[in-house]
């Protein structure tokens, strides 16, 4: 009997082990991508909320059907702002004009877009000066388009981007979100010769782009890791020869295809434009429709792509 025991527990200790070495190569909690040396981050830390309002104090209803756009302008004019459960209709541009400003959402809420003209959900832009530290964490983006997205680069839903900084925009927040179907080139995005710097965009799930996840213009080392992309972009493109580019970091996220491609990039487009100092590594890139866009400038200048799975007929252009 007591050799059957012990018979039992070294089983159980050999399956502990494997299960240890296993997990050393499993998905972390909250990462799209294996936890390894290199992609070790499991989870963030929201920033802290200062007295934070729900809208509802405001005037919005969450019902699904009502436009709670002022409501939610008045309530982030205010200061911080929490949305508990519910679909709450932004049809209109909420204007965020000051640092340090943060939302976050309950489980169970929804950021809902019914029509697709309405150029951004949220835009982030002071007319002079700079904004710096603002945050939107574990919301749920939901627009218009259509699983399959319909694009019309010519139409108004062109600039149908939930969430858009404008200008010297830095250090501005992106996690925990997730963003499908809307009509815009992107989901997030920063724009401006000077785009500002080191914006974080982690932990999020952009689906059904018509081109990008998350885009960065004219921006300087910003931080995209840790996303899942399916049928989206993920990368850096300038838009003139004197937007700002370099430092950017592109890892640890995870690429896939659905009915469209997804891509990731270092840089594309622009003139001239140097983004030899943009990094994109540790990714996986997986699908038939899938692969790591290389867009080579003169000159050597174009981003350092280095230590990306490319797998299942994902190409490299």
């Known amino acids: 009997m007591t050799m059957i025991v012990t018979g039992w527990l070294r089983l159980l200790w050999c399956l502990m082990l494997l299960t240890l070495s296993i997990g050393s190569f499993a998905y972390a909690e909250g990462s799209p991508v294996p936890r390894t040396a290199r992609c070790s981050l499991t989870s963030f ?34 200061g911080d702002v929490k949305v508990a459960a519910g679909t709450c209709v932004i049809n209109k541009t909420v204007t965020v004009s000051v640092s340090q400003r943060h939302l976050e959402c309950a489980a169970g809420t929804v950021l809902k877009r019914t029509v697709s003209n309405a150029n951004n959900m949220f835009r982030y832009q002071l007319s002079y000066g700079s904004l710096t530290g603002d945050s939107i964490v574990n919301c749920h983006f939901e627009g218009a388009n259509s699983p399959d997205p319909v694009v019309d680069w010519n139409a108004p839903g062109h600039w149908d981007i939930p969430v858009q900084t404008a200008g010297d925009v830095s250090h501005f927040l992106l996690a925990g979100n997730t963003f ?14 000077n785009g500002g710097t080191g914006d974080r965009i982690i932990f999020n799930t952009f689906r059904s782009c018509p081109l990008y996840g998350p885009a960065l213009v004219g921006h300087r080392n910003g931080y995209v890791g840790y996303n899942r992309l399916i049928g989206c972009t993920a990368g850096v493109e300038n838009d003139h020869a004197a937007d700002n580019t370099g ?46 866009l290389k867009k080579h400038q003169e000159g050597g200048r174009d981003a350092q792509y280095f230590d990306n799975a490319c797998t299942n007929g994902c190409t490299v252009n």
Not at 186 to 193: H, K
């Open 180 to 193: 499908s179907q809307f009509f815009g080139q992107s989901m997030f995005q920063t724009v401006g010769e």
């Open 45 to 78: 830390v929201p920033p802290a909320l200062f007295h934070a309002k729900d809208p509802r104090n405001f005037g919005a209803k969450c019902d699904g059907v009502t436009d709670d756009s002022a409501a939610f302008q008045k309530a982030m004019n205010a």
């Open 247 to 292: 430092g950017n970091i592109f890892e640890c996220n995870l690429v896939t295809s659905n009915s469209a491609p997804g891509y990731i990039t270092g840089g594309v487009q622009g003139v001239n434009t140097n983004y030899s100092g943009n990094i994109v590594r540790y990714n996986i890139i997986t699908g038939d429709k899938t692969g790591i």
